[in-house]
């Protein structure tokens, strides 16, 4: 042990106390021989133990709120949950939170300073649904409006799919999303905010697809003003373009690229939209050695998973569930699209295969002929999603044909997936038909 004088003070160095109650004495020579000497005596508490946090699993009812927080504190003197002091009692602390996160953090301090945190994620289960998807166009035209609206009325259905932004990269309605209305993305063919207003006032859900990174628009207005970062490329350093036409797929690691689809998901969510459903979340589809991608800076599968993070960190205080669209082939082959389903899964609150049997090839899941065996093909692969994301907290709502590809879909045929779905544990659905036409025989009322 050592000591070191400096500024008038004494401080010892090479001295490890343990935790617990310590004396310390300090005895000074008196320069006066008839003097005594000085002696000091100070007691005093070693504590480095921070308190020992332990905070319940926190789940809200829905991303409006409120969501309680409670736990445990042990030893604290107190906890700070997000930007709220919590009050604590017999070690025991609960806090109301307005607006749902996606997660936060709970910070627990003694007196002595000593803090303990733990960052705690918000699950918010979806309340499922029974959907079929509307087209902007679709949705101002009456001829096809309305018998939605009857299949609503008869309860055959719950849930309006309706389109945002589209693969032709036009917004269905007047966006005030300045990159959108910069290169002519805006359409008239709604009113959001009165849409939204009226299905809600019905007793539907509205949820918003909102296409991603298929985006002529974007595309064509980014390459014309020299933004061509914002492009799919091939490897001579032209815009990707293969069976989707050119300038039709936009860099999903571009950051804005990313930020416009955000603020389109952020305004959805403002003017009242139940859920952000994302489609074409991935890259394109092809040989990932002929692509580039500028500024990526990981692998595909996870800017992909990163980018779904960041809009439910954006949305979900604004109210809204966040959804991702994904190809029913990305169970067992995640890299084809850039689409990890048990990463994707972690962040966001459902995954929505599309699980189409027109789109299996022979022998797929072991199915001989999966357009002819509708429900055999369905109750497989969503079996095979439900599994994958168990324990992620997101819920699987498939995508079920409502069309015809190479065999004949009628009621029948649409009964048998929504049976083969709920039968697999997921008896959530949306019904996908291009043209917007749905038998409502199909359905039965709920």
């Given at each position: 042990m050592q000591a070191r004088r400096a500024d008038g003070r004494m401080t010892l160095t090479g001295v490890k106390l343990g935790e617990g109650s310590h004396k310390l004495s300090v005895r000074a020579a008196n320069p006066l021989p008839w003097m005594p000497d000085v002696e000091v005596e100070r007691a005093f508490t070693v504590d480095a133990t921070p308190p020992a946090l332990k905070v319940d699993a926190v789940e809200a009812a829905s991303p409006r709120g409120p969501v309680t927080v409670k736990g445990s504190a042990e030893g604290a003197d107190s906890v700070r949950v997000g930007d709220q002091d919590a009050k604590l009692q017999d070690g025991r602390f609960e806090v109301s939170l307005a607006s749902v996160p996606d997660s936060v953090q709970v910070e627990a301090k003694d007196a002595a300073g000593n803090a303990q945190s733990q960052d705690v994620a918000v699950k918010v289960t979806h309340p499922g649904m029974?959907?079929?998807?509307?087209?902007?166009?679709?949705?101002?035209?009456?001829?096809?409006?309305?018998?939605?609206?009857?299949?609503?009325?008869?309860?055959?259905?719950?849930?309006?799919?309706?389109?945002?932004?589209?693969?032709?990269?036009?917004?269905?309605?007047?966006?005030?999303v300045p990159l959108a209305r910069q290169i002519g993305a805006t359409r008239n063919y709604y009113d959001a905010r009165a849409v939204v207003d009226e299905l809600?006032?019905?007793?539907?859900?509205?949820?918003?697809?909102?296409?991603?990174?298929?985006?002529?628009?974007?595309?064509k207005a980014s390459w014309e003003a020299g933004a061509r970062d914002r492009l799919a490329q091939d490897t001579s350093g032209a815009p990707w373009s293969a069976h989707y036409g050119?300038?039709?797929f936009t860099n999903f690691a571009n950051p804005e690229v990313r930020e416009?689809?955000?603020?389109?998901?952020?305004?959805?969510?403002?003017?009242?939209?139940?859920?952000?459903?994302?489609?074409?979340v991935r890259r394109p589809d092809g040989p990932i050695g002929q692509m580039v991608f500028p500024?990526?800076?990981?692998?595909?599968?996870?800017?992909?998973?990163d980018f779904l993070k960041d809009n439910r960190a954006a949305i979900r205080p604004l109210g809204a569930y966040?959804?991702?669209?994904?190809?029913?082939i990305a169970a067992h082959s995640p890299q084809d699209v850039a689409q990890d389903i048990p990463a994707l899964a972690k962040e966001v609150d459902y995954v929505a295969p599309m699980v189409y049997p027109s789109h299996w090839g022979p022998g797929e899941y072991g199915v001989d002929n999966p357009n002819a065996k509708p429900y055999e093909i369905v109750r497989a692969s969503v079996a095979d999603f439900v599994g994958m994301t168990k324990d992620s907290g997101a819920t699987?709502?498939?995508?079920?044909?409502a069309f015809?590809?190479?065999?004949?879909?009628?009621?029948?045929?649409?009964?048998?997936?929504?049976?083969?779905?709920?039968?697999?544990?997921?008896?959530?659905?949306?019904?996908?038909?291009a043209a917007c036409t749905y038998d409502p025989a199909a359905l039965e009322p709920a």
């Open positions: 029974r959907g079929v998807h509307m087209s902007a166009a679709a949705w101002a035209t009456a001829s096809l409006r309305d018998p939605v609206l009857a299949m609503a009325r008869e309860h055959r259905i719950d849930t309006v799919q309706l389109d945002i932004k589209d693969e032709s990269g036009e917004i269905g309605y007047d966006s005030q809600h006032g019905l007793g539907l859900r509205v949820v918003g697809r909102l296409v991603a990174f298929r985006d002529p628009v974007l595309g050119q300038y039709s416009y689809n955000i603020a389109l998901a952020k305004e959805a969510a403002s003017l009242g939209f139940d859920d952000v459903l994302y489609d074409y500024g990526l800076a990981t692998s595909p599968e996870q800017s992909i998973a966040l959804g991702a669209s994904v190809f029913g699987v709502i498939p995508w079920l044909q015809s590809l190479g065999h004949n879909y009628g009621p029948g045929e649409v009964q048998a997936q929504v049976r083969a779905s709920k039968d697999a544990g997921a008896p959530s659905f949306i019904l996908w038909n």
